[in-house]
């Protein structure tokens, strides 16, 4: 068994002209997302979408208050009302833009923009879905290779045992900065939920209980039962065709250990695993050849669905301060991240993050630490010389399990939303959040917004009305971004941490290669 990098023929180095052309990449994919982003949205039907759902909006706002009303809850009822002028007025600004749009198809002027925004959605699409591909065989070879090469099962559980607790804690900081970021600058007392959209996830989960949610994220929902989800699926198959990567790692986990113990009977297998997952990761080499342009694509296609920069200004102002208090949040965890990664080996953080700096830009343009992991997993392994087998083992379970991102959103949200409500969450609710938010972010997946799904526990637990969560929606999908990239920056300096610490203890007790 080797306990070096799969990717050792491969040569190490991100070559400069890479790094330069993923820079150029992102700043063409802001720019063209931002400057000709609207153009891109007028010629597809961007405005009429926004007024669609504004409209539902509206609607929803109408109900509400003919409920408060017959609930005899006037001042609940007048306030709605009052934002009801303020509806209109964006429902207005959204027909004028409609109206330029028509104006626009009428002078057949939509062909290029509408022809570029498809060209870019599909360069996008394309790199997002090749890394997709790679995710279910990465996890699944790289866990057992992990596990295995870990030799003696005891080694693994202390291994095991270090990552949870470095999860656990990081996890638990990042929770601890958002709130006191959250409980200081008081981001709520500059927003209200005039815009806030109930979608149908947060409809639906609004009657779950925390016990509920906590069970459903172990088994899956209990209606309808579906054999693929939850940590024990029924049908592994089904779990690898349905992306569930929590699933696939404990099995993963289970089987390895489970070889570990056959002895000579037990290596061609392992072999087998080794050799798949080093031809993996030479799979991710090759994609990331390509990652450029797919990144660019991502970027503008993304910021285009949105209307551009202009449109993008909009809904940031309404979000302003809940905005700066996450994005504040995630550059002090991120600081603290690269104190802790010093601290504990002596290497300097920033080469350690400069060597990142692949899987950053795609968390970045992606939203998700699962796509993101086979890119990860060549920055950790590759440039910045974690083994394997410390690597294969705390980066993919990493990706689902630990957040400190999405741990750091969830709690300035709930507190944000209490804020936009009137409402003032005492300590002891304050503490409700903390334990909650951090078991939200363990439970959420590695998939975009997939923290909004979590975050239904963190409001019921203190009692806040799962419709907040209506109010953060807009700009989301940008937060995502800048929070995804701390989850899956807190899992490589995880394996930068427990590979120095654990190396040697782990060494000693391989097996000696065959
Ligand atoms: N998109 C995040 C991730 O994949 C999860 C979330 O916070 O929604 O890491």
Redesign the pocket.
Known sequence: MTATSPLESIPPKASHLGIYLLLGAIVLGVLVGAFFGKRMWLASGGPTAALEKLAEIRKQKEAQIQKDGQEDKQTEAERLQAQLPKIDAEMDRLMGLAKEADALEKAKANGFPRAAFKLITFAGDLFLRSLKLLVIPLVVTSMICGVTSLGDIRKAGRLGTWTMIYFLATTLLAVAIGLVLCVTIRPGTYADDTFAHVTKTTAAKADDSILETMLEVVRGPEKPNNPAEGMIPENIFRAAAEMNVMGLIIFALVFGAALTTLGEKGKPAIRFFEAANEAIMKMVHLIMLFAPVGIFGLLAANIAKRGGGSEFQVELARLAWYAAAVLIGLVIQTALLMLLYWLFTRKSPFTFTANMMKAIVT?AST????ATLPVTMECVEVNNKISNRVAGFVVPLG?TVN?N??AL?EAVAAVFIAQTLGIELSLPQLIVVMLTATLA?IG?????????VTMTMVLTAVGLPVEGIGTILAIDWFL?RA??TV??YGDAIGAGILDLHLKEEVTDSAPTPA
């Open positions: 968390a939203s998700s630490s699962s990706a957040m991102g999405t959103y972010a959420a997946a590695g998939i975009p917004e997939a923290g909004l995502d929070r995804t989850n899956i």
